[in-house]
């Protein structure tokens, strides 16, 4: 049989980037053995709310490149087909009437037990187990009957998720024999945690898909990143492509202890994605980024700019502090400024002609050594009056972005600051 796994996040709210590695590894294992990946929304109303995280839900799953199979399913659509069950289940003496609800009968006697393929054998005892509300008295069914009833008519064969819902699964189990059903095979993954070794929130720093895409992460790093979370392929590899992740993931390989997010790590293997790429790749995504997040910048500026930021910079995110004097007026420190070098510098820069680096590099450098200064003495005035900072990208790559005209005018200005 054709493995067919599902998502079935709640539409409560942004999707937390714990739930998106779950999402991934399900993902990676339909790809691997040539499966479907399904995605099923868990509501349980049909209001504007639902349907804004629905769509935020989907946005999130492809800028990370993870596709599903067939069209998105709602739970409240089969609302209609739980109640069908649930009258057959009555009427089999396997449920019974409660105060309106409709509940199932579980067992008394013995346990209920599954073979977890991240935890192995798993044993629950029958006698811990309540009887399930099935059937809400307003008409409603509840997850523990609504999701394992989806997973039968869906012909789900894996059901890989939280460890939180290792409690549900013997309802669950017990419900999918009931209306006499194979069981899928479950795997629980283990908890993503911070740092501190609690369950990752915003307190430990980004934690929905939007939150890293505002931050300027590069979708495959993340991507590559998340499949860390609980899997390697061995003890050494690290960075793998999307490609080489389907090929090489296996349930075998994902552990049950805790994965531990490590934002310093993040950091490092994007900047390692973003170095990898092409120029013209990288300032493609670039510029996608800056218009994403509404900078209103000149876009042909930005891709000037990109290869001058693409060693310095680990996240998109950073490109704006870095960059931000190309596009806008960035006031400099008067403390940081020495009226003597700008005023010579302008007067200096100002017969370079053409205005490209290669002829700003020596005329400074001739500058500094006339002015019996350092290069670094000489040029941390001139970076400052002209980007606001004392970091930037390479001063001379700087000022030809910036321009002859502007250059001078800044330099002329800070000058006068200066000596104010």
């Known amino acids: ?127 811990k187990l309540e009887d399930l509300v099935i059937i809400r008295s ?76 505002h931050e300027g992460y590069y979708a495959p790093a993340l991507l590559n990143f998340l499949a860390l979370l609980g899997w390697s392929y061995d003890d050494k590899t690290t960075v793998m492509s999307r490609d080489e992740l389907v090929a090489r993931f296996t349930l075998a390989r994902v552990v049950s202890s805790p994965a531990v997010f490590d934002y310093q790590k993040l950091d490092w293997m994007n900047g390692v994605y973003l170095r990898a790429l092409p120029l013209d790749e990288y300032a493609e995504a670039l510029v996608a980024y800056v218009r994403d997040e509404g900078y209103g910048w000149d876009e042909q500026l930005v891709r000037r ?21 190309l596009f806008e007026d960035v006031p400099p420190d008067p403390d940081l400024l020495d009226g003597a070098v700008l005023d010579a510098a302008r007067n200096e820069l100002g017969r370079v002609d053409p205005f490209t680096a290669e002829r700003i ?24 009056a002209v980007t606001g900072s004392k970091i930037s990208p390479g001063l001379f790559e700087s000022l030809e972005l910036l321009g002859k005209e502007r250059s001078l005018e800044r330099l002329s200005a800070a000058a006068a600051t200066a000596r104010a």
């Open 361 to 384: 590099e020596p005329v400074l450098r001739a500058l500094a050594q006339r002015l019996e200064l350092s290069p670094r003495k000489a040029f941390q005035p001139i970076r400052i």
């Open 138 to 213: 307003d008409g409603r069914p509840t997850y523990n009957f609504a999701s394992p009833m989806e997973d039968v008519w869906d012909g789900i064969t894996h059901v890989i998720r939280g460890e939180d819902h290792i409690s549900n699964t013997p309802k669950q189990l017990n419900v999918i024999r009931a209306v006499g059903a194979e069981p899928p095979v479950y795997a629980h993954v283990s908890h993503v945690f911070g740092a501190d070794g609690k369950p990752l929130s915003k307190r430990h720093g980004s934690v929905t898909v939007d939150d890293f895409r």
């Open 1 to 127: 049989m054709s493995v067919r796994v599902r998502m079935a996040p709640s539409p409560t709210g942004f999707l937390h980037i714990g739930n998106v590695r779950t999402a991934l590894f399900n993902w990676l294992f339909a790809r691997h053995e040539d499966g479907e990946f399904r995605l099923r929304i868990e509501n349980t109303d049909t209001s504007r709310e639902v349907a804004e995280a629905a769509e935020q839900i989907q946005r999130s799953l492809s800028w990370l490149g993870l596709d599903w199979d067939g069209a998105v399913t709602f739970q409240l659509d089969r609302q209609a087909q739980c109640a069908e069950a649930a009258q057959r289940l009555l009427a089999e003496g396997r449920a019974y009437e409660d105060e309106g609800a409709i509940r199932f009968r579980m067992p008394d006697d013995g346990v209920t037990a599954w073979d977890d393929a991240v935890r192995g054998r798993v044993e629950f005892p029958n006698e």
């Open 305 to 325: 700019a990109a290869p001058l930021v693409q060693e310095k910079i680990e996240r998109f995110g950073q490109f704006p502090e870095l960059a931000r004097f």
